[in-house]
């Protein structure tokens, strides 16, 4: 169903950020991707990692020749983390830019908002966000995920929690955002099912800056480990130097942004990054010789001097290259920027070759990301936006 013209003219109108493009000379015959980050704002940590690896991506590809001689165009549009921006840019870029592909946004409160909006217009669509909703074959046709769903995530650490740290009492928290939201009713739900006793459970308005009583709650509740979800790293940093700050010797489990750089500068201690342990992946952890595996290690070779890892993780930077080669390869094999080839070829690929994971679609099932490849890792091992595996993996 196409756009009306009243909900057209009210995006023109509305104040979305100055485009960040990458823009040829002959922008009439470039391949158009729409790029959809909150690289601004409280929860822009991820948008600015995974735009780095859009970057560089649609860098290489055009000095390589394009695509069939076409130059990939990426037009960005900034929402701050604000769904309604997120909506009037996609309007913008699905009216005015027509492009062929849309990428992201990368928050799934933002995504909640978009991606049926997206599918009405039947455009493809990548994004990373984890909300088990966003990816649905019946409805949304044209969504694909290249991140594990959130139910992936949630496994991970409460396995990790149970079976390997073996605890049973655990305090959840979230931030406010519909993801935050989201992903701590489905994890306290999940935690309980599996026989864990949650002690304390609330949401955290990210932009409060003394989070000393919510701390203080959980610890006399008597949590024994905290299950933090929010992509908020200056929420993560305030909650872990509470934490240190108390003394309060309990493992942090939980979501990635917990082990980014960003969190690192803004600790207290260097301490205070101790028993933190986020979800990870295999092909972005260290083995025992402190190196990545193959593939991923000549990418963060190729990087150096190029793209700055130290304030960021890797993971972002990558799929976000993965990004921009999924929509580039689609129109070459294709030979097409139809919204049907693209979305017709994508539902054929079987453990494509990505940096940060394979992956496999078909029509039917539009979660691509294998769950075997979802870890745990240790925060303070943090390197070139990369980690080791948690204790208890090998």
């Known amino acids: 169903m196409p756009l009306h013209r009243r909900a057209f003219l009210a995006a023109s109108a509305a104040s979305v950020a100055a485009p960040v493009v ?30 780095r690896g859009v970057i560089l991506a649609a860098a290489e590809i055009n000095a390589a020749g394009g695509v069939g001689g076409r130059m990939i165009e990426v037009i960005t549009r900034d929402t701050q983390g604000d769904p309604t921006k997120a909506v009037n840019a996609t309007v913008e870029l699905i009216s005015r830019q027509q492009v062929a592909a849309i990428w992201g946004p990368v928050n799934s409160g933002e995504a909640l908002a978009t991606t049926p909006l997206i599918a009405r217009n039947r455009v493809p669509s990548l994004h990373p966000c984890v909300i088990d909703s966003l990816i649905d074959p019946a409805k949304y046709p044209n969504a694909f995920r290249i991140a594990p769903a959130g139910a992936q995530w949630e496994a991970a650490v409460r396995h990790y929690c149970l079976d390997i740290l073996k605890v049973r009492k655990v305090a959840i928290v979230g931030d406010t955002t519909g993801y935050g939201t989201t992903a701590t009713r489905d994890s306290v739900a999940d935690f309980t099912r599996a026989g864990a006793d949650v002690v304390y459970h609330d949401l955290i308005d990210a932009t409060r800056t003394d989070v000393t009583a919510d701390v203080l709650r959980m610890q006399q509740a008597g949590a024994e480990a905290v299950i933090p979800w929010s992509v908020t790293t200056g929420l993560m940093a305030r909650l872990l130097n509470v934490r240190g700050a108390r003394g309060w010797d309990v493992p942090f489990v939980g979501h990635p942004s917990l082990g980014s750089g960003e969190v690192h500068r803004l600790l207290d201690r260097e301490a205070y990054w101790d028993k933190v342990y986020l979800v990870g992946y295999r092909s972005c952890s260290y083995g025992a010789d402190g190196r990545l595996p193959a593939r991923m290690q000549a990418f963060v070779d190729r990087l150096r001097g190029k793209v700055d890892l130290a304030d960021t993780t890797l993971w972002w930077v990558a799929a976000g290259h993965d990004a921009i080669r999924l929509v580039a390869e689609a129109v070459q094999a294709t030979k097409s920027t139809s919204h049907e080839a693209i979305i017709g070829y994508w539902n054929t690929l079987t453990s494509w070759p990505g940096l940060y994971g394979d992956y496999t679609w078909t029509k039917q099932e539009h979660n691509g990301y294998p769950t075997e490849e979802v870890v ?10 990369a980690y080791a595996l948690a204790p208890g993996y090998s």
């Open 376 to 385: 745990m890792s240790v925060a303070s091992s943090f390197r070139d936006g």
């Open 22 to 51: 990458i823009r040829p000379a002959r922008a009439a015959e470039t391949v158009r991707i729409g790029w959809i980050p909150a690289l601004t704002g409280a929860s822009s940590a991820p948008g600015i990692g995974f735009n």
